[in-house]
C-alpha cells in the first residue's frame, strides 16, 4: 500500500475522528480535533494512501518534574484494512526522528497491558518497556475544591490530546494534589484529570476511588531515546 506520511490538516479532523472512533471503541470529537490541530501545538501526522486517512499519530510535548523535555506519543491508529504492512511503524519512525529533531530527552508512550500489536510495534522501531506496571484511574467529574497554586507546577501537567483536553497528575499522590488538579481543571476549562498508580498501592487507590476516579486499565511506559531507532 503506497501513503505519504505529512502532517495532519485541520480539514483531516473528521477523517482522523472517524479512525480514532473505530479503533478505540468511544466516540471523538472532529471539531475538538479541529481546534487541537489548529493550535499548532501537536505534532499529528496522518498516513495518506491517495487521498484518504488510512492511519494518523499524535504528539506533544511535556516537561518533567525535573524540567526535561518530553515528547508525548499519545495516540496511534491504522485502519483495520491497511494494518500490517508498516504504516504504524512509518508513523512511529517519523516520530522518532522529530523526537531527535526537538532535542527532547525521551519520546514515551503509555500502552495497555495487553495490546500486543502496540508493543510488538514498539518493539520495532527501538522503544524500550519499562517493567513497571501501573493503573491508569480518570476523573471526569470536575469540582473544584483546591487551589492549584499550592502544589508544584511539575506535578500538574495541563495536556491538549485529540481526545480530551485534561490534567495528568505526576509524583506522590495527595488529597492537595488532587484538589489543585481539579482547580487548575476548571481554570484551564480541562475535563479530565489522569492519574498513574502502583496498583498494589491501596491507600492511593481508595484516594482515587473516593475523589470520583475510575480505572481505566493497566499499562507500561515504553520510551526512546532519541538516535537509538535500530532501522
Ligand atoms: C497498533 C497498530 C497501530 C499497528 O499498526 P500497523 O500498521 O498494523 O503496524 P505495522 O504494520 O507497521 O507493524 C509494525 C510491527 O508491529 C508488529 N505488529 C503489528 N501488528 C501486530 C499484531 N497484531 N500482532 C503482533 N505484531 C504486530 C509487526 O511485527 C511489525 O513488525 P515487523 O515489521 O517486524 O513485522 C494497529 O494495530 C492499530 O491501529 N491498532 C488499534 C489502535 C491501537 O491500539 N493503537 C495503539 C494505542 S494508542
Redesign the pocket.
Known amino acids: 500500500m503506497k501513503a505519504i506520511i505529512r502532517p495532519a490538516l485541520s480539514g483531516d479532523s473528521a477523517a482522523i475522528a472517524g479512525l480514532a472512533t473505530t479503533?478505540?471503541g468511544h466516540a471523538y470529537d472532529p471539531g475538538h480535533i479541529r481546534q487541537v490541530l489548529q493550535s499548532g501545538r501537536n505534532y499529528t501526522l496522518v498516513a495518506d494512501c491517495a487521498g484518504t486517512v488510512c492511519?494518523f499519530a499524535d504528539c506533544f510535548l511535556t516537561r518533567s518534574s525535573g524540567g526535561q523535555l518530553r515528547l508525548e506519543f499519545?495516540?496511534?491508529?491504522?485502519a483495520a484494512s491497511?494494518?500490517?504492512?508498516?504504516?504504524?511503524?512509518?508513523l512511529v519512525r517519523v516520530c522518532n526522528r522529530m523526537a531527535q529533531s526537538l532535542r527532547v530527552y525521551q519520546a514515551r508512550?503509555l500502552?495497555?497491558i495487553e495490546?500486543?500489536?502496540?508493543q510488538?510495534?514498539m518493539t520495532?522501531?527501538g522503544y524500550k518497556q519499562c517493567p513497571r506496571r501501573f493503573g491508569l484511574y480518570v476523573c471526569d467529574d470536575i469540582t473544584a475544591t483546591g487551589k492549584a497554586s499550592a502544589i508544584p507546577v511539575d506535578n500538574l501537567v495541563s495536556v491538549n490530546t485529540l481526545g480530551y483536553r485534561g490534567i495528568w497528575i505526576e509524583g506522590h499522590l495527595t488529597v492537595e494534589m488532587i484538589q489543585a488538579a481539579m482547580a487548575r481543571a476548571q481554570a484551564n476549562d480541562a475535563h479530565t484529570i489522569g492519574a498513574l498508580i502502583n496498583e498494589t498501592d491501596s491507600p492511593a487507590r481508595e484516594l482515587l476511588i473516593d475523589n470520583g476516579f475510575s480505572k481505566v486499565g493497566d499499562y507500561q511506559w515504553w520510551t526512546f531515546t532519541p538516535g537509538s531507532d535500530p532501522s
Not at 491497511?82 to 512509518?90: E, K, Y
Request: with cysteine.
Open positions: 479503533s478505540f492511519g499519545d495516540l496511534l491508529a491504522v491497511a494494518r500490517g504492512v508498516g504504516l504504524g511503524a512509518s508512550a500502552v495497555r495490546n500486543a500489536a502496540m510488538a510495534l520495532r522501531c
